[in-house]
Every structure is written in structure tokens, then in C-alpha cells.
């Protein structure tokens, strides 16, 4: 898979030409000079030593069984999308997580706090050259909570293969600094893949949330909507349109009947009525239906355990919405590799890119 996503990516970016990225001091990185507190990443309260302190005797339960990955402070790290009060709310009561809050927020927050909290960060900013395709698509990869690198490559593999096939104009990127207006006034779509954690400064929030906006198309792969703790809730709540529940952990992996919806969608064309795939299934605290959203696909129950409290009933696990003048396709299959050679998710992956990059596509809230 690595080998074939190397090869594309050679017979792809060859026709591409990318100057230096330059680098730019960081002044509006988020949460930077917010309190410590149990709604802070927990990254933040375990580079000051003060707030690690609090937490080991004041919570010293909650971390005795987290492996490493849990609590490293080098990004990507899930710390970097956990809180205290996502680990603590049903392992602690309110009254002790609230003295925890109270403790942490006493910490002054320092220059050099500022400083760890922005290192995760960046604003480098690619200059591309695209040749005339027909189709811009800037593929983003940064990740600073969890990055999990087998389905971000077989992502990253099928996505240059479309272009490919398609004669699309593709580009990829790690660097926060691409969400700029000028880098992404060059796109017609901009991927999410699988990024997980809070990887845009505020300016390139703006930024990207403007794109949007005002026409530009995007999709959102699996862990784009995945974090058990976010801090954007723009992305969150309107642009993704629901907040991550969970997903069954025995097994973490089931088979499951996926039903497609709104079958003459462009998304859906060339999808069966209903398929059977073998993923991590995600559910959510909110259902999108209703909220604007037109549902693509959903989950029927019955055909795997899904568990409580992860149980939705209507289970959308692929949608589509209008964000101002844009586009926005979500698809929350994608953890295992081998979904990105299935033929179905590819189809929709790829009618998605096509859909949202249409800047004439008819976008019509249900």
C-alpha cells in the first residue's frame, strides 16, 4: 500500500512545482492564554509542572491505566484531545471534578506556557504552482491528537489515484500555514484526512472558515469528526453538524449494513441500495438529520452492536451540507486501510471530491 501511494504520488505531484515553505512567528494560536482547567487539552496541563502536579494528587486514578500514547506531550498525542472532564465524568463527581477546576485555574498562566501551548502549531505556508486540471483539490494532513498512520496512507493513496484516473489537480500538506485566503483561493476542494486535534491558529480558522463560506467545497474522512474533545466548535457544530460519541470497542471492529439514502444525490450515484462492511463505527451525540444536513448513507443497528450508550436508532454515517455558499461531505467510515481499495467507498469518496468541488453543484438544505 505504501509502495502504491508512493508511485502515485510521483506520477501526481510531478507536474506540481512547490517553493520553500517560510515560516512565520506564531501570535494567535488558540486557547493560548485561556486558565488552566478541566476544559483545557490535557497537553496543556501536562507541560506545566504546577497543573501536572494537581492533577497526580487529585486525580491520580485517572491516569494509572493510560499507556503512553495517552499522555505525551509531544504532538500528535491523544492528550491533545482529552480534558479532564471528558476522562473524569463518570469516574469522578461533580463536586470533586469542580475542585480540580478551581485548583488549576489559580496557576497563572505564563510566557512560557503560551509558548508550549503554541509549539503544536505552525504557520508555514506551501507556495504551489497547479497546472490546469479540472479539478484543485489540496489534500490536508496534520494531525496533533491521534494519527493513525495506516489509514492516513491508504487514504492518502486512493485520493492520488482518483486524481489520477480523474485528471484532478492534487496537492498534499501537514502545514496549518496552507489555510491561508491566497493558498486556498487556488483550491476547489480542501480534504480532511483524518485529522484529528486542534491544528489551525485562529487567523487560519478565519481563513478557512471564509473559504468555505464563500464557495469552496470540503470533505471530512473518518477522524476528521473523531475526537473525544474538541475546541472549535464552528467545525464541530456547523460545519461537521455533530459531536463525536464513541465507537464499540468489543470489537472495535464488526460488520455492519450500510443503507444508502437519497439515491439520485450526486454522492450516491453508482451505490447499491445497501452494502456490508467491516469498519470502526462511529456515533454521535447529536443526530445531523433535521439540522439542515442531507443524510447519504446510515447504519442499520440490527446488523452490529453498536452498545449503550452509543445506540442511535436513525444512525447517519455519511451526510452532506450547505455551509453559507459551500459544500461539505462527511464520511465517518474510513479507520481500517482496506476500506480505501473497497470499491463502494471509493466510489463515494470520489463523488463526494466531485460534488463538493463543484462550485455549481446544487446544494440545497433538506
Not at 286 to 293: D, E, K
Not at 316 to 327: D, M, N, S, Y
Amino acid at each position: 500500500m505504501k509502495r502504491m501511494g508512493a508511485i502515485l504520488a510521483g506520477l501526481l505531484l510531478a507536474s506540481l512545482t512547490s517553493s520553500p515553505v517560510t515560516a512565520r512567528t506564531l501570535l494567535d494560536c488558540p486557547l493560548r492564554d485561556a486558565p488552566f482547567s478541566i476544559e483545557s487539552p490535557l497537553v496543556d496541563l501536562l507541560l506545566n509542572p504546577v497543573a501536572k502536579s494537581v492533577l497526580g494528587t487529585q486525580a491520580p486514578d485517572l491516569f494509572k491505566a493510560l499507556p503512553p500514547s495517552f499522555t505525551s506531550t509531544k504532538a500528535p498525542t491523544f492528550a491533545a484531545i482529552l480534558t479532564v472532564r471528558t476522562m473524569g465524568e463518570k469516574a469522578m463527581t461533580p463536586e470533586a471534578l469542580a475542585a480540580i477546576d478551581q485548583r488549576l485555574r489559580a496557576i497563572p498562566v505564563t510566557d512560557a506556557d503560551r509558548a508550549a501551548r503554541c509549539a503544536r502549531y505552525d504557520d508555514d505556508r506551501p507556495n504551489f504552482t497547479l497546472p490546469d486540471k479540472k479539478l484543485a483539490v489540496l489534500l490536508f494532513e496534520k494531525m496533533t491528537g491521534f494519527r493513525d498512520g495506516p489509514s492516513v496512507e491508504a487514504a492518502k493513496a486512493a485520493f492520488l489515484a482518483m486524481a489520477q484516473r480523474e485528471g484532478w489537480a492534487i496537492v498534499v500538506t501537514d502545514k496549518g500555514g496552507a489555510m491561508n485566503p491566497a493558498t486556498l483561493a487556488q483550491f476547489d476542494v480542501v480534504i480532511w484526512n483524518n485529522v484529528s486535534g486542534d491544528v489551525l491558529t485562529l487567523s487560519q480558522r478565519k481563513a478557512f472558515r471564509d473559504y468555505v463560506e464563500g464557495g469552496g467545497g470540503f470533505v471530512g474522512v473518518h477522524g476528521s469528526a473523531g475526537d473525544p474533545a474538541t475546541f472549535w466548535d464552528w467545525y464541530v457544530d456547523t460545519l461537521i453538524g455533530a459531536r463525536f460519541a464513541g465507537h464499540p470497542m468489543e470489537p472495535q471492529f464488526q460488520d455492519a449494513r450500510v443503507v444508502v439514502e437519497n439515491t439520485s444525490h450526486p454522492v450516491n450515484q453508482g451505490l447499491p441500495k445497501a452494502l456490508v462492511m467491516n469498519d470502526e463505527w462511529y456515533s454521535f451525540k447529536s443526530n445531523p438529520r433535521g439540522t439542515g444536513a442531507t443524510i447519504i448513507a446510515t447504519l442499520d443497528e440490527g446488523s452490529y452492536k453498536p452498545g449503550e450508550p452509543l445506540t442511535m436508532g436513525d444512525h447517519p454515517i455519511a451526510w452532506t451540507r450547505c455551509i453559507g455558499k459551500g459544500r461539505m461531505s462527511y464520511s465517518a467510515i474510513g479507520h481500517r486501510p482496506e476500506t480505501y481499495v473497497d470499491v463502494h467507498h471509493v466510489r463515494l469518496l470520489e463523488n463526494a471530491v466531485r460534488w463538493a468541488g463543484d462550485r455549481r453543484a446544487t446544494c440545497q438544505p433538506e
